[in-house]
């Protein structure tokens, strides 16, 4: 089963509450894991089940990351804020690293992250509405 992550910084959450809606009915399908308050959002506001990790400052990327070295992930989308200093930016770093190092895909933006779902869900043999 395809296995993606989906995290979002906070001043990201509304654009990826937007992906996720748009992409629902392929994401339903899916097993999809995120980090802490990502993860509440995309199943109140979107509907959508998720498995939800510790919100981001407090290791949920870490925990990602954990997934990432076990090759269990697909593919990540990450929504970072890119004007916001966070507390945990070396978590952060960490999870982009390791993500460097297993050659897992990651797309840190909307655009990216509508080729990356395309590209995974071409590879279950659907073809995403745009
Ligand atoms: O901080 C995050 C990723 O670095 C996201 O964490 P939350 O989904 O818990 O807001």
Redesign the pocket.
Known sequence: MTRLAL????DE?PEMLDFAATHRSYLDGIDIV??????TRIQEEIGIEVERK?????G??LQIGAEVVDERLDGIV?L?DPLTA?P?EP??SA?LRICDVHDTPLATTRSGAEYLLAGVAAEDGVSLER
């Open positions: 995290i979002a910084h906070d959450k995120t980090t802490g308050t990502t993860g510790a919100s981001g400052p407090m949920g990327d990450f970072r966070q945990h978590d952060i999870l």
